[in-house]
């Protein structure tokens, strides 16, 4: 690879109609300049783009605004979060190209064409805050430039596939979602592939500097560009890339205990409740308010305890959440039982028993959505069953550890190490072993 690509991120996807201002001049194919607030329309003839006086610019199937030098544009009521208990929207703001794109069923997509460095800059002040440590900020741009060139890689190489995978024998839902599922853009700007939220996040120069700092710099395993996993807080034990996704083994992203201190893997029922009840030494064990503070986004410090946290439910109410996300009428919920778990405590196959029927779900992501409105902040958890007199499940109590599903990189702990004055490549070596960092364009 000789120089970097340009992608295409899907902001707004299935929307019958996209509100926003071209912040500066803007051309389309065939038309402009175009500036200024502006409403786009699915409509059976194609995208309808209209200007803020209801002038109708443009009815295409595609629509591409060409952006000049310095210009920005403006989406309104783009929601981040989704699905999670931090859901909400938001005006977002972005440099680079706008694609308007019908999709059908009376919906359109909306895409931002950009080149991958800059992609890279809002990625790493979205996931977390650009005030956090520079060697962090660094290591994290290594890290989103790896993962987003693999994923691109494997999707050339396969080509469009399924986003969800299943292991479907009668009464089980073990499914894991795949990041290679989107069709009109090369990845979303969300959770489910990386948050990139544009220009909003970008407060100071600090994320620009560490993608510059690291530009071109990925890293890659026996030669090849490491698929390279993280998520927010660990909890103490990074997990498998099995437990999460499909069942094969992937060396650079085997649980590695987040401590100076070597913490062994949860192997049984009683370990994990040890481990779920204690508070050890761990990088992302912190309570540091004031580098919370720095390194957290916005919505992320409304999160409480995420290191160990703990969950109650009244029966019925879990009931009602279980019949709810599973489309099954389980009658009363007599019990819950892991079946399956990876080193770091995390539940990759559990079995849910009520009084009609009894039900496996899996894996990680799965799990963590059935026993909640939104999420749970991880399937690292242990559950006391409380009994009422008649023998009866008068309620359960959920105790936990970390935050997502663990693989790879502990974000919270990654800054940490850094605050302590480990470098970029010390980091990313102790998250990801027997890796090398390597110059890929």
């Known amino acids: 690879?000789?120089?970097?690509?340009?992608?295409?991120?899907?902001?707004?996807?299935?929307?019958?109609?996209?509100?926003?201002?071209?912040?500066?001049?803007?051309?389309?194919?065939?038309?402009?300049?175009?500036?200024?607030?502006?409403?786009?329309?699915?409509?059976?003839?194609?995208?309808?783009?209209?200007?803020?006086?209801?002038?109708?610019?443009?009815?295409?199937?595609?629509?591409r605004l060409q952006s000049k030098e310095g210009s920005t544009f403006t989406l309104s009521s783009v929601t981040i979060g989704n699905r999670f208990h931090w859901e909400r929207k938001e005006d977002q703001t972005f440099r680079g190209d706008l694609a308007l794109r019908l999709r059908g069923e009376g919906t359109m997509t909306a895409i931002n064409e950009i080149p991958l460095e800059d992609y890279l800059a809002s990625v790493i002040a979205s996931e977390m805050s650009d005030a956090a440590p520079m060697e962090y900020l660094k290591a994290h741009a290594i890290l989103s430039r790896s993962w987003l060139l693999a994923a691109l890689g494997k999707k050339q190489k396969k080509g469009k596939l399924s986003p969800v995978k299943t292991e479907a024998p009668a009464a089980s839902f073990v499914r894991w979602y795949d990041r290679e599922d989107h069709d009109l853009f090369d990845v979303c700007a969300d959770d489910h592939c990386q948050r990139y939220q544009g220009i909003t996040r970008l407060s100071s120069k600090n994320a620009p500097r560490a993608v510059e700092e690291t530009k071109g710099l990925c890293l890659t395993y026996h030669g090849e560009i490491c698929d390279a996993r993280y998520s927010k807080a660990c909890g103490g034990l990074t997990e498998d890339f099995s437990t999460a996704w499909e069942n094969r083994d992937v060396l650079y992203l085997r649980s590695v205990s987040d401590a100076p201190v070597p913490h062994r893997p949860i192997r049984t029922e009683e370990e994990a409740a040890e481990w779920f009840h204690s508070r050890p030494e761990a990088y992302c064990n912190t309570t540091d308010e004031d580098l919370l503070q720095r390194i957290l986004a916005g919505p992320d410090r409304e999160t409480g305890d995420f290191f160990r946290w703990k969950v109650t439910y009244a029966a019925g109410e879990l009931e009602e959440i279980l019949n709810e996300k599973a489309g099954l009428d389980l009658g009363a919920l007599q019990d819950i039982t892991p079946l399956m778990r990876g080193p770091s405590g995390r539940i990759s196959k559990l079995k849910i028993t009520g009084s009609r029927t009894s039900v496996i779900v899996g894996k990680e992501l799965e799990i963590r959505r059935w026993f909640s409105r939104s999420h749970l902040l991880s399937s690292a958890f242990v559950v006391r069953k409380k009994t009422e007199a008649r023998g009866e499940a008068g309620g359960f109590v959920f105790h936990g550890a970390g935050w997502g599903h663990g693989v790879g990189l502990c974000q919270i702990g990654a800054a940490v190490m850094a605050e302590r004055g480990f470098s970029a490549e010390m980091i990313l070596k102790h998250y990801f072993r027997d890796t090398c960092i390597q110059k890929i364009y």
Do not use: W, Y
């Open 1 to 63: 690879m000789r120089k970097q690509p340009k992608i295409t991120v899907g902001i707004m996807d299935r929307r019958a109609e996209v509100l926003g201002c071209l912040n500066g001049v803007f051309h389309g194919d065939g038309f402009g300049p175009l500036s200024g607030p502006f409403l786009a329309k699915a409509t059976e003839r194609g995208v309808a783009l209209t200007d803020s006086s209801d002038r109708e610019i443009a009815c295409l199937p595609s629509i």
